[in-house]
T-cell receptor
Framework: SAVISQKPSRDICQRGTSLTIQCQVD?????MFWYRQQPGQSLTLIAT?????????ESGFVIDKFPISRPNLTFSTLTVSNMSPEDSSIYLC????????????FGPGTRLTVL | AQSVTQLGSHVSVSEGALVLLRCNYS??????LFWYVQYPNQGLQLLLK??????LVKGINGFEAEFKKSETSFHLTKPSAHMSDAAEYFC????????????FGDGTTLTVKP
């Protein structure tokens, strides 16, 4: 299993600014995932971050808007850049551990409100 | 390619009644199937999973699900609902490879009435 923490837990930001969300895992993992969950909706995968390589972005998400860092096997950051109210959402960090049959573990989420 | 359909975005039951949350999937490869629960202001946590073997799988908090390949279904049940079961439930599917990414359904909100 894996225990994931995220910072901040919530934030209120002004339009046009950027916010960096941190994700810390209590064990070394290869793959880390970043999701967006808009109110009352399902999870949308933003990107997959593997240590030592560039993040892979899903359709509709671009690196300029959502730059991701993965400096080591336990940590990742997601930046939401040049924010607009449409970016208001919950951002979830997730991972899966070796041999877990693709079971995913999730952080508690970062609740972002953009004014 | 893979997809998940959860039938019913909202389900309401009385405390003590049967809980049935429906999930149908499609997958071009043998699937791994999951149910996750999300309580308010929390991340998702795994309820149960099907990988291989026994098609009836038991999870935490008295939940179970049955993999029916012929029906491409993985419905979640609990014999007797408890107030603490009120939450959002997500069904997910991934391909049976280590690199498989999961696809999540739209979620079902379970309300439990006293």
């Amino acid at each position: 299993s894996a225990v994931i923490s995220q910072k901040p837990s919530r934030d209120i930001c002004q339009r046009g600014t950027s916010l960096t969300i941190q994700c810390q895992v209590d064990s070394q993992v290869t793959m880390m995932f970043w999701y967006r969950q808009q109110p009352g909706q399902s999870l949308t995968l933003i990107a997959t971050a593997n240590q030592g390589s560039e993040a892979t972005y899903e359709s509709g998400f671009v690196i300029d808007k959502f730059p991701i860092s993965r400096p080591n096997l336990t940590f990742s950051t997601l930046t939401v850049s040049n924010m607009s109210p449409e970016d208001s959402s919950i951002y979830l960090c997730s991972t899966k551990t070796r041999g877990s049959y693709n079971e995913q573990f999730f952080g508690p989420g970062t609740r972002l409100t953009v004014l | 390619a893979q997809s998940v359909t959860q039938l019913g975005s909202h389900v309401s039951v009385s405390e003590g009644a049967l809980v049935l949350l429906r999930c149908n999937y499609s997958s071009s490869v043998p699937p791994y199937l999951f149910w996750y629960v999300q309580y308010p202001n929390q991340g998702l946590q795994l309820l149960l999973k099907y990988t291989t073997g026994a098609t009836l799988v038991k999870g935490i908090n008295g939940f179970e699900a049955e993999f029916k390949k012929s029906e491409t279904s993985f419905h979640l049940t609990k014999p007797s609902a408890h107030m603490s079961d009120a939450a959002e439930y997500f069904c997910a599917v991934s391909g049976a490879t280590n690199a498989g990414k999961s696809t999540f359904g739209d979620g079902t909100t379970l309300t439990v009435k006293p």
